[in-house]
């Protein structure tokens, strides 16, 4: 027999309904199944089973509501909703749209048979409209792996779009998703977006003077590399970061994707777009260990997976607190960030290059003899040492950046500027990526082992002073490399197949010999 509610006509009641929805585990979407039964006993009881988080018990609340802005109400009788597995935590408002449509699933409004071939997500208003969330790129990717379609909210449909050929239901409220469902109505399928792009990088062209820091800059953007310029306060370390994205390559279609899932689970991506232009992160210096390597009540991306395949600028490094600058050893080395936790185990991807920043001592003029402290140079060896020296082993360039005459600044602007620069970096990256098409890197940084032994191995002269240089600056086996990779860097600059002395020399000046701790 056919029910009746407020107009609806109601097929036969579903024992239990099957809708799919993921759950997130950092980047990864899991299956979860959204059980909902029905059945006669305990009239007026609604329960969300399942490891749920407390905005997914919510979900109840602003379902019933949703369904009653459209004229239907729930049945007086139990209603259970499983999500399974039951193990999996469930976090997060878009087991609404699931939940919801599971109901209309058990009560017949829409096909149950319909609901195996998509995997739903979205938060409900109290007026059935369907608001965004978070995770709707990683979710499409996945259910295109599962081969099912999707349903999501209408803001997320265009980043969802990006996923490939899967249908794409993103509906703006909930009457229009059940009258599409049922032949009423027809929702047009979404468009995939890219953001236009932002106003152009500043250029380096308004840079005076700093020649030596403007190449350690173009070698930093062509081989993936990490730099830390120490300088006085004024001298343009920060003006010099900030141009270091106007040198970068832009992102192809692979690397937009990466990044776009990572800024989809952390709520950036805006209007569904998606960006290629490269990530530039300058997290203030009290930014927490949480927000930089991810973590926190939810388990949330940090600043070095927000930076991946970008530029994470940390300006005033000792500023930092110590323990916080030393959870960035594992992500430099690996380039992902584990969060641990008693309760979630995620991985967050985090190849990203540092450019660090700050003064050689804590008042900033330690080699003016005017305006130095009374404590110098002991100062910079207690400022210095905040940073521990395996944190500077991992850094491969080390410029010394000095204070900016009047003099230069008098000068006319230099003949070279970003454009310039960037064809540069363009030609070698370019060599980097023939080099390494068979292999799982992209740069000379990310190179290791035999396959960085083959690329770098520099001819007799410059292995000689390679040798006597780690001897005499006590390199240690990483900075060894490390030196080989900024070498082999400096080569694909300069368009030689192989590493010559004069490349090895220019690599070693950009290492601190002196450890910071004395």
Known sequence: MPIWIRGWILQSVVAVAHVYTVAFQGIEAREVDVQVHISDSGGGQFNVVGLADKAVAESRER????LSAIGLALPFKRITVNLAPADLPKEGSH????IALGLLAAMGVVPASEMANFVALGELSLDAAITPVTGVLPAALAASEQGRGLICPAANGPEAAFAGAIDILAAPSLIALVNHMKGASVLSPPAPKVAESPRAAPDLRDVKGQES???????????????????PPGAGK??????????LPPLDAREALEISMIQSLAGALEGGAISRNRPFRN???SASMAALVG?????KPGEVSLAHLGVLFLD????????VLDSLRQPIETGEAVVARANAHLRYPARFQLVAAMNPCRCGYLTDPHQACGRAPKCAVDYQSRISGPLFDRIDIHVDVAAVSAADLALPPPAEGSAEVAARVGAARAIQRERFKDHPVRTNAEAEGELLDEVATPDAAGAKLLTEAASAMRLSARGYHRVLKVARTIADLAGADTVARAHVAEALSYRRIVHPNG
Do not use: Q
Request: glycine share 12%; hydrophobic share 50%.
């Open 316 to 323: 005033e490094l000792p500023e930092f607190a110590r323990a």
């Open 238 to 247: 920060s003006m010099m970061a900030a141009r270091l994205p106007g040198l």
């Open 213 to 231: 820091a403007k190449r350690a800059l173009e070698i930093t953007a062509a081989g993936g590399h990490n730099l830390l310029m120490i300088g």
């Open 283 to 285: 997290p203030h210096h």
């Open 63 to 66: 379902v019933r509501a949703a």
């Open 295 to 299: 973590g926190g009540l939810k388990v």
């Open 95 to 98: 087991y609404d749209l699931p």
